[in-house]
């Protein structure tokens, strides 16, 4: 429950008006404009200033994306996906970890506990019924693979993601296992994927060993 106290903004302002507060606080000037910089005609001209000396500079890159793919960085962080473990189970074991470390709020999980009486599941407590990720909330940070504490989820070196709706874009627990079994049919495994001994994921995935390296785009699946 929030504190009502703590939202009442004439408590707030007569806090603000405490001597001891007044001296804590540092209240800053805004840069006064001419007239000139109202008309924004320096500016203007600074801008066209810059294009031209690009432009006859022949320095200029144009990328020809998609026409000619642009070279991804091995870090690169992209598309997510949800690991498998050896059984080809969601390696993730609903801990939470990423949905509460994530600071836009784009993971959703529902954990339920792994059937009991199923020997497939008996080193389980817990799997994640549901995993959703809203992949245009999402801004590609890293701190949910950073979280993980058994390298179920990475980031992807795929980036050309699309799609016609919002709903599409929510990758669910399959779309996310798709992502995983597209990337290692590719040999494209994330590069902290083959990081060392930092737990299960490090292990260099066998469809991967030889493969030749990463083309830097794949399908999402
Ligand atoms: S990359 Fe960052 S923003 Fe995106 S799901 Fe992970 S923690 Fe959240
Ligand atoms: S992906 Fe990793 S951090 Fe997130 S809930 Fe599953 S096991 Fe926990």
New binding site residues.
Partial sequence: MSDPQKNDPQKNEAQMNKPSAKKSVKWGEAPKMSILDALYLPAIASGLATAVRHAVSGKATTRQYPEVEPEIPPNY?GV?RLNRDEAGRVKCVACYM?QT????N??EIIAAPAPKDDPHWKDRDKFPATFT?DEL?????????E?CPVDA?E?TSIYDLTGMTREEMIFDKEKLLSVFDETVKSGQDPVRTNRGNLGPAAEVSPTAKGAPPPPGRGKSG
């Fill in positions: 962080r997510h990423c470390a994530c600071p836009a784009c993971i990720i909330r999402c801004i590609y940070c890293g701190m949910c693979e979280a989820i980031l």
